[in-house]
C-alpha cells in the first residue's frame, strides 16, 4: 500500500485521471475483472443480476463505463467514488493510499471535474432530496406530493427502500385529507421513474396495502433529473443575465448630483 500525502500536498487530479490505470483501480476494489470487462457492483439494476459483464473498460482513455447504468464515462476517481459509495475527498484518499500520486503544482488552479453536483449518476448522486431538490424537480412538485415524499423514505426499508403501506397511512402521516390526491402524487412519482408500485392482494382475492419501492438510482429518473438539472442552470444563468442588465441600466440612468453653490 502506498504512502498518503501529507495533509499540506494536494494530490493531482488530473494525473490520477490520466496515468493511475482504471483496470488497476477496478482490481484494487475487487471488481470481478474479465479481458476489458468487469461485472457491475449494482447488480440489481440488470435483468440478470449482470452475469454477463457489463462495465467496459476503455484503458486507451482510462476510463470505464457500463452500458445500463451509467450516463456517463467514470474516470478513476469516479469509479472510486461508485463503488464505495463515498465522496470526492475520500475517494481521493483511497487512490493516494493504494497508488503512488505526485502533489498538484504549488500555485496551480484546481478544478474539481467529479464534483458530484455537475452531473447526477447512478449510486453516487447523495439522499434522495439532494438530488430532488438540486436538480429543480422538487420546485415542480405540489405541496402534498412534496410531503408524500419523507412518508414514503422514513417507513421504506433501508435495504430494499421498499414500503408497504395504506393511502390512509400516507395521508395520516403526510397531513393530506384526499385519497385522489395521493393517488395523484404516486402516479407522478411513477411518471418521474422513481418509483415503482407492486400491487398485493389477500388470499381472498381484495386487494391489500400495495407496496412502493423507491428507485432514485433508476437510469431513467436520473437521466430526468440531468436534464432537468441543465434547464435549472439555463434559468438561474438568464436570471444572472437580467439582472445584470437592470443594474447596467440603472447605472445609464442614474442623475448625477447637481452642484448649487457658486463662487459669485
Not at 404516486?186 to 419501492?213: I, P
Not at 447596467?248 to 448630483?257: D, E, M, S
Request: net charge positive; proline share 5%.
Amino acid at each position: 500500500m502506498q504512502p498518503v500525502l501529507p495533509h499540506t500536498a494536494y494530490p493531482d487530479l488530473a494525473y490520477i485521471r490520466k496515468s493511475v490505470p482504471i483496470r488497476a483501480v477496478a482490481e484494487q476494489l475487487d471488481l470481478a475483472v474479465k479481458g476489458r470487462m468487469v461485472h457491475c457492483w449494482r447488480p440489481q439494476n440488470h435483468q440478470h443480476g449482470d452475469r454477463t459483464p457489463s462495465v467496459g473498460l476503455q484503458e486507451r482513455y482510462n476510463i470505464a463505463k457500463c452500458f445500463v447504468c451509467d450516463t456517463r464515462a467514470l474516470s478513476p476517481i469516479d469509479l472510486v467514488m461508485s463503488v464505495l459509495a463515498v465522496d470526492l475527498r475520500r475517494a481521493v484518499q483511497w487512490i493516494t493510499s493504494h497508488f503512488k500520486v505526485p502533489p498538484a503544482r504549488k500555485g496551480r488552479h484546481i478544478q474539481h471535474q467529479e464534483r458530484w453536483s455537475e452531473v447526477f449518476r447512478v449510486g453516487t448522486s447523495g439522499t434522495a432530496l439532494e438530488m430532488l431538490v438540486r436538480s429543480g424537480i422538487w420546485a415542480s412538485l405540489s405541496p402534498a406530493q412534496r410531503s408524500i415524499i419523507p412518508v414514503l423514505e422514513t417507513f421504506a426499508d433501508p435495504q430494499t427502500h421498499k414500503v408497504t403501506i395504506s393511502y390512509r397511512g400516507m395521508m395520516r402521516y403526510a397531513g393530506i385529507r384526499s385519497q385522489s390526491t395521493v393517488s395523484t402524487g404516486l402516479k407522478r412519482f411513477q411518471t418521474l421513474h422513481f418509483l415503482r408500485v407492486e400491487r398485493r392482494w389477500e388470499s381472498d382475492g381484495l386487494r391489500a396495502c400495495n407496496t412502493y419501492h423507491l428507485c432514485f438510482d433508476d437510469p431513467e429518473f436520473v437521466e430526468h433529473a440531468n436534464q432537468h438539472l441543465l434547464q435549472q442552470r439555463d434559468l438561474i444563468e438568464n436570471e444572472r443575465k437580467l439582472r445584470r442588465q437592470a443594474r447596467n441600466q440603472r447605472r445609464q440612468t442614474r442623475v448625477l448630483p447637481v452642484n448649487t453653490l457658486s463662487n459669485d
